[in-house]
């Protein structure tokens, strides 16, 4: 596993909060810049979906109301554990994908 600071060279999105809708913008152009097959992931309670900001005015609430998620890891804060068997889930379908 290597980070890129480029989307152009990364598979992965790891989203670990909600998505304000000044951000969405930025996120969606984020994910449309990385090459196919791409992933994301989301992390934690905030990104999955909204947690304490869900119905607020200015948030789109979780991940999953603006880009197609892959993965799900739970958790306020999620563990190091589950954040490592979220992105080893993200991997196994990628081998699938591939095989």
Known sequence: M????????ADILAVTGPVSR??????????????????????????ISGAPFH???SH?????????VD????GCPPRPEAIIDGLLRVIE???????
């Open 71 to 74: 993965v799900y890891v739970s």
């Open 55 to 57: 119905g607020s005015y």
């Open 2 to 9: 290597l980070f890129k600071g480029s989307p152009r060279h």
């Open 22 to 47: 000044q951000a969405r913008s930025r996120l969606l152009r984020i994910y449309n810049q990385m090459p196919e097959p791409k992933y994301v992931i989301a992390i934690g309670s905030c990104a």
């Open 60 to 68: 789109h609430g979780g991940v999953r109301n603006v880009l197609p």
């Open 93 to 99: 379908k990628m081998r699938g994908r591939r095989g």
